[in-house]
């Protein structure tokens, strides 16, 4: 089929990929504009923007796709379906429905759980034992249209937000490649979503990323393992310098007892409200990702020291 691809993370090049493979003709790419990254701040195009450019696709890179010019271009391109995957804006309908047949997202849950922004990160947040991916057509509601296809995907014990997205992005470029084959031939069913049990995903706000021990130890280890790696779940280490910002990137909680924010051994053994929780991968400020092992050997954390 002709097709265009709306996308912008790591997470949407899995399905590009895909689509490529499976021989359909992307007409156009649209992603998000070129961004600052790095530790130079160098504006750079999008993971989805660089796959298409280095597979010789057009890219197109709106401020809005709201404008009206955007939605004739769009329009103009003849497509029979259009693919969005992480794209990062809200789409119109009259851009929806210009294709023959439709648009589909590719959305990273079993929904009406977590519609919106975050869906990896809060579901290992909620504690869901189960999450998937699914292919739904695009309706102007928020992650309301009709349900095409699901791939249902377990919520490991020691799962990361960085582990699940890698394992709901290849779940998802098989499915939407399966999907658009039944589109193509006209066999998909699309059924609505349940008007039960709907959940919203926020965005992850940075006020929301700092680490309060007082929480009991279940609750934060599945905030560190849900922000993990970015934006990364943070506390303040004192030093002979001054507090210094390290992330928590992988824990466990444990069964033991102590004042919330006090290290209980030299290994990392934090008490909270309920239990402790065992730091595993940290990464200190301005530094790289370590294992907790090999970060205490340059910053030795002895019994008894604060965390704020």
Same mark, same amino acid.
């Given at each position: ?9 790591? *997470? ?31 504006? @750079? ?41 992480? *794209? ?40 869901? @034992? ?55 031939? +006209?066999?998909?069913? /699309? ?9 919203? /995903?926020?965005?992850?706000?940075? %006020? ?6 007082? @929480?009991? +130890? ?16 943070? *506390?303040?280490?004192?030093?002979? @310098? ?10 466990? *909680? ?33 530094? +790289? ?13 002895? %019994? ?5």
């Amino acid at each position: 089929m002709r097709l265009a691809f709306l996308g912008t993370p790591d *997470f949407a090049v899995s399905a590009l990929s895909a689509i490529v493979a499976a021989g359909h003709e992307v007409a156009c790419v649209y992603s998000q504009p070129p961004a600052p990254r790095g530790r130079g701040q160098e504006l @750079k195009p999008s993971p989805v923007h660089a796959f298409a450019e280095a597979h010789g696709i057009p890219v197109r890179t709106p401020v809005s796709m709201r404008d009206p010019a955007e939605i004739e271009a769009f329009a103009a391109l003849g497509l029979d379906a259009a693919v969005v995957v992480a *794209f990062g804006q809200i789409l119109p309908g009259a851009l929806l429905e210009a294709p023959r047949l439709g648009s589909y997202n590719v959305h990273a849950s079993l929904l009406p759980r977590w519609r919106g922004a975050a869906p990896i990160q809060r579901a290992i947040m909620a504690g869901d @034992k189960v999450t998937g991916v699914q292919v739904m057509r695009m309706t102007e509601g928020l992650d309301e249209g009709p349900v095409l296809a699901t791939a249902t995907v377990r919520i490991d014990a020691q799962e990361t937000a960085a582990t699940l997205h890698d394992r709901l992005a290849v779940a998802g470029a098989e499915l939407i490649v399966k999907t658009l084959a039944e589109i193509e031939a +006209g066999t998909a069913v /699309a059924v609505p979503q349940a008007e039960e049990g709907v959940t919203y /995903a926020k965005k992850i706000s940075p %006020k929301f990323t700092r680490l309060d021990w007082a @929480k009991d +130890g279940p609750t934060l280890d599945r905030k560190i393992r849900g922000l993990s790696p970015f934006p990364g779940a943070w *506390f303040e280490l004192p030093t002979e @310098k001054g507090p210094v910002r390290v992330k928590a990137l992988l824990s466990a *909680f444990e069964d033991g007892a102590g004042e919330p924010g006090v290290t209980l051994d030299d290994r990392l053994l934090v008490g909270t409200g309920d239990g402790a929780v065992r730091l595993l991968r940290v990464q200190r400020e301005g530094k +790289g990702p370590q294992d907790a092992d090999v970060f205490l050997r340059g910053n030795p954390v002895p %019994k008894g020291v604060r965390l704020a």
